[in-house]
């Protein structure tokens, strides 16, 4: 069976300050990868997603994240994080349906 | 391109009653995923269906249910409910289907009961 886990529930950071959400995999085979984002009050929105290929992607809203098979990590990161950054973010992975993560709080200080 | 649309956005009910939930994907998209989202429990799988059939399902109680219809329009309804249902219900639409991870998310439909 397939599982996530994202070991951080709260995370603070101030505007302009580089962002790392952690997470990490459960699965045999090669994985698919996803984050989402979660603004408050709305459903979930795709940021990026690895299947295959290069191991760092890039995202919508300047999110990258790499996956690391030796690590089992797909860590979510941002140079210089924004107000508007300011949601919960989950980490996925398929191909079993879709597994999501317990999610990640994180707070933007200005 | 319009988006997922989930009716109602809020109801109440009280334990014992019956809910349907309403989701209409994105145009030309088969498959509808639903999704259950509580503070306690986060992100949890219900059922897929794809092209008027259940691909797949998660560990619910048989008191969930769904079902499609040819247009893709699906609904989920939730029978006996329960103080514990009380949550957001997230309906998704995919091209591909869930296991290709790429989905498009409603605003969800929020289910409280009293």
């Known amino acids: 069976a397939q599982s996530v886990t994202q070991p951080d529930i709260h995370i603070t950071v101030s505007e302009g300050a580089s962002l790392e959400l952690r997470c990490n995999y459960s699965?045999?085979?090669?994985?698919?990868l996803f984050w989402y984002v979660q603004s408050p009050g709305q459903g979930l929105q795709l940021l990026l997603k690895y299947f295959s290929g290069d191991t760092l992607v890039q995202g919508i809203k300047g999110f990258e994240a790499e996956f690391k098979r030796s690590q089992s990590s797909f860590n979510l990161r941002k140079p210089s994080v924004h107000w508007s950054d300011a949601a919960e973010y989950f980490c996925a992975v398929a191909p079993q349906a879709l597994t999501f993560g317990s999610g990640t709080r994180l707070q933007v200080q200005p | 391109k319009a988006g997922v649309t989930q009716t109602p956005r809020y109801l109440i009910k009280t334990r014992g009653q019956q809910v349907t939930l309403s989701c209409s994907p994105i145009?030309?998209?088969?498959?509808v995923s639903w999704y259950q989202q509580t503070p306690g429990q986060g992100l949890q799988f219900l059922f897929e269906?794809?092209?008027?059939?259940?691909?797949n399902k998660g560990n619910f109680p048989g008191r969930f249910s769904g079902r499609q219809f040819s247009n893709s329009r699906s609904e989920m309804n939730v029978s006996t409910l329960e103080l514990g249902d009380s949550a957001l219900y997230l309906c998704?639409?995919?091209?591909?289907?869930?296991?290709?991870?790429?989905?498009?998310f409603g605003e969800g439909s929020r289910l409280t009961v009293l």
């Open positions: 998704a639409s995919s091209s591909g289907g869930a296991g290709t991870g790429e989905l498009f």
């Open positions: 269906y794809f092209s008027e059939t259940q691909r």
């Open positions: 699965y045999g085979a090669t994985p698919y």
């Open positions: 145009s030309g998209h088969r498959s």
